[in-house]
Every structure is written in C-alpha cells, then in structure tokens.
C-alpha cells in the first residue's frame, strides 16, 4: 500500500528553504567554531559576549535547527518530483 504524501509547501519554497538553510547550517557551525575557540576579533571587546563558549552552544544549536528545516524541505523537494507538474494536488 503505497503512502499517499502530499507536499505541506511549494517546489519553489522548498528549494528556496532548502539553500538558505544549507548556508545557515554552514555560517553558524563556523560561528559556533570561532567562539569556542575564543578568537579575540569576537570576544576581545568589552561590549561582546561575557561567555563565548555559551554562545558557540546557541550557535550549534541554531545550526542543528536549520539542518532539520533542510531535511524538512530537502523531502518536500522529493515530494514534489513525485508529481508531475501541472497536477492539481
């Protein structure tokens, strides 16, 4: 028996969702790096973070977040190659 999955978003959104949340993934894991590495350019000023390493944590689990909005529209993408196009859904 075969599932009957119907797309939650369009193509054009999904694929759109999918690429920003590719480079928020990337963006963020290289945030949360150079915070917990303690580089000076973000955490030697008075007004930046008093805790880096707490900020590296949110970034990482910013990144997570956005990894799953990518799975979440990578597999709408998937869906909607199911259909072909003009197919009221």
């Known amino acids: 028996m075969p599932l009957s999955i119907r797309p939650m978003v369009s193509a054009p959104l999904a694929s759109c969702c999918t690429i920003f949340s590719?480079?928020?993934?990337?963006l963020l894991c290289v945030l949360g790096a150079l915070y917990s590495r303690h580089v000076e350019a973000l955490t030697g000023s008075t007004k930046d973070a008093s805790d880096p390493d707490k900020v590296a944590r949110a970034c990482y689990g910013a990144?997570?977040?956005?990894?799953?909005?990518t799975v979440f529209c990578g597999m709408q993408m998937m869906v909607h190659q199911r259909y072909p196009r003009g197919v009221q859904l």
Not at 22 to 26: A, H, N, R, S, Y
Not at 63 to 69: C, G, L, P
């Open 63 to 69: 990144a997570i977040i956005y990894a799953a909005f």
């Open 22 to 26: 590719i480079f928020g993934v990337v």
